[in-house]
């Protein structure tokens, strides 16, 4: 396999150093050095996981990828710009929020508005679009509020047209369709957890409206092998441990 290189003035800018041309003038100036030599090509290219970089006497880890959870605060939107809400990239501090070799940052898929709970960001494209392609179904486990409570009876039923797969209506740009099988389980008789594997706009709003009930409050707990944590309050993230990151790349590798 193909060593991975970059050019050095391209790594020092994404990890904070300035602009390019800041750090070609750090480069020339000799400030850096890569395995011990004195580098003073700022287009030299280096290997990103085998190479040593030191800046002034420091060691430079070079980070390629961000990955980051938040307990997502609703009212906010996963888009960077919006006339009428807030963004979660608002939420963000600036030295998290950029660009890294790998890329700009990226919610992995979209919670609702009014959603809350846990959102995935990430610079990591391919694992990304692995989380979201719908091939490899992963599992989406949300904390619902109905308007309506529930009768026992009721309960057994929800579930079992749940798991057999509901009609839904249609939203917005997605026609009425047969959703896949979802697993409901009641905490209350007006409170449940759903686990779903689509990312279909307004799913489990949907869901609920095809049971003849309706989501008052809707949060996400859980995607694919990564739990929301519980000590974020809204609107706070936190990276990702390198244990979390590796869960999340072996469910859809």
């Keep these: 396999m ?4 970059e050019r050095l003035d391209k790594i020092l800018a994404n990890s904070g150093f300035g602009s390019r041309r800041d750090v070609k003038r750090l480069v020339r100036f000799g400030e850096v050095l890569v395995n011990g030599e004195r580098i003073r090509d700022p287009e030299y290219h280096i290997d990103v ?20 959870m938040m307990n997502k605060a609703s009212g906010a939107v996963c888009s ?9 990239y608002e939420f963000l501090a600036e030295a998290d929020n950029q660009k890294r070799l790998g890329g700009s940052l990226s919610t992995v898929g979209r ?12 610079t990591d494209g391919e694992l990304n679009h692995r989380l979201t392609f719908p091939k490899y179904e992963v599992k989406k486990t949300y904390l619902v509020h ?3 409570a529930v009768s026992a009876e009721d309960k057994i039923t929800y579930a079992e047209k749940g798991k ?11 026609p009425e369709c047969d959703a896949k099988p979802c697993d409901i389980e009641f905490l209350e008789d007006d409170k449940c957890t759903i686990t779903v594997t689509e990312g279909r706009f307004h799913e489990v709003k949907r869901i ?3 049971l003849d009930n309706e989501v008052v409050y809707l949060k996400r707990l859980m995607m694919g092998t990564l739990h929301l944590d ?3 309050g809204r609107g706070e993230y936190r990276s990702l441990t390198d244990e979390e990151i590796y869960s999340l790349k072996e469910l859809v590798k």
């Design 2 to 5: 193909m060593k991975e290189k």
């Design 49 to 68: 996981d085998n190479d040593e970089v030191v800046i002034n006497g420091e060691p430079l880890e070079i980070e390629k990828h961000s990955y980051f």
């Design 80 to 88: 960077t710009k919006s006339d009428r809400h807030q963004t979660v």
């Design 111 to 122: 919670l609702d508005a009014d959603t809350e709970g846990l959102l995935i960001f990430t």
């Design 146 to 148: 109905l308007r309506d």
């Design 164 to 174: 057999a797969g509901l009609h839904i209506p249609a939203a917005a740009n997605d």
């Design 208 to 210: 609920f409206i095809a």
């Design 230 to 232: 519980e000590r974020l």
